[in-house]
Nanobody
Framework: QVQLVESGGGLVQAGGSLRLSCAAA??????????MGWIRQAPGKEREFVAA????????IYADSVKGRFTISRDNAKNTVYLRMNSLKPEDTAVYYC???????????????WGQGTQVTVSS
């Protein structure tokens, strides 16, 4: 079981940057056991994979729509995963969810545990 709490969302102008954080509280398994991901959902749209990072942090994967602009990272000593978002666009507006899963890093929205989400709004 792992509980996830996101922070760092907000309103930003197009071209700006934000850093999202996700603090994890794991029981039974350590934080480093989990592959971590960020998934977003815009109003009226399905959930969309954004990025994921392996248990050690040595492997990452990104959606094409954010590649080169977003960076996912993790600090296993702090039980925290981050999403640095640069060159933000209005189409990045969504609720961003932090999520955890067992297994390997793949492009999927199929995660075992989810945070409550944090709103990111990018104005044009």
């Amino acid at each position: 079981q792992v509980q996830l709490v996101e922070s760092g969302g907000g309103l930003v102008q197009a071209g700006g940057s934000l850093r999202l954080s996700c603090a994890a509280a794991a029981s039974g398994r350590t934080f480093s056991t989990y592959v971590m991901g960020w998934i977003r959902q815009a109003p009226g749209k399905e959930r969309e994979f954004v990025a994921a990072i392996s248990r050690s942090g040595g492997s990452t994967i990104y959606a094409d729509s954010v590649k080169g602009r977003f960076t996912i990272s993790r600090d296993n000593a702090k039980n925290t995963v981050y999403l640095r978002m640069n060159s933000l666009k209005p189409e990045d507006t969504a609720v961003y969810y932090c999520a955890a899963r067992l297994g390997v890093v793949v492009l999927t929205t199929n995660y075992d545990f989810w945070g409550q989400g944090t709103q990111v709004t990018v104005s044009s």
